[in-house]
């Protein structure tokens, strides 16, 4: 990883801290993190995951759930500083046409992939300031370019982050915060085996015939973000396996 933080005014090591760190793409960037020089705050539900993953790369683990307040509230009072945040957690529940639409489902996906991102931000926008050198990257989706048959609950939410991604590249102008958003494409983590309910059969249909991305390439392109010059903002990253061309175009052997 050749990847480097960019120095603290204080010699420190900056901090960031990653949502939806217990699996996929946010333990792959905690991990992309450390080794570049970031002390690294994970977080998640699933306290024993994020705990072990602490302990491996010299970071802190503090339980989360971004659709509760309380727990995105008191996670940010933790932080002693930070100076990036990335806004992992989230996911898809479900593969339903609008006609069938299951609303616990969608009620989920929004408090994930947009309520709670927004209420990170919120509570995090405080100390990314004080930083004077702060970063905010928004994990959003292909999904939130485009949209596709049964997709609605998770196309409207990632399209909904793309909005807010957009949005605080306008609020925070003039603020020393850079802001950026990654679009990936197929992933093979555990986002098909969560949207199909443990479906194994359907989860790993969806990679059938082609080599879709990992989490250690989004977290790769994550490392490089956060490691340019703190004047180089990247606002936007559309990331595909080669064989994926869109959310519904694929070429499979
Ligand atoms: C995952 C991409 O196309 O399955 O965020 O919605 S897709």
Known sequence: MP?????????????????????GIGEATARALAAAGFHVVVGARRAER???????????????????????DAFAARLPRLNVLVNNAGGAFGL???????????????????????????????A??????????????????????????????KHGVVAITETLRVELLGKPIRITEVDP?????????????GDNDRASNVYRGLKPLTAADIADIIAFAVTRPPHVNIDHLRVTPLAQASATLAHRQ
Request: aromatic share 6%.
């Open 50 to 72: 994020i705990e072990s993953l602490a302990t491996e790369i010299g970071g802190d683990a503090i339980p989360l759930d971004v659709s509760d307040r309380e727990s995105v």
């Open 128 to 157: 990314l300031e004080a930083s004077s050198a702060g970063h905010i990257v928004n994990i959003g989706s292909i999904a939130g370019l485009e949209s596709y048959p049964g997709g609605a609950g998770y196309t409207s939410a």
């Open 185 to 197: 494409g197929m992933v093979e983590t555990e986002f098909s085996l969560v949207r199909f309910d």
């Open 96 to 126: 339903e046409p609008i006609a069938e639409s299951v609303d616990e489902k969608w009620r989920a996906m929004w408090e994930t992939n947009v309520l709670g991102l927004m209420m990170m931000t919120r509570a995090c926008l405080p």
């Open 3 to 23: 990847y480097s933080a960019n120095p603290t005014p204080d010699g420190t090591k900056p901090v960031a801290a990653i949502t939806g760190a217990s699996a």
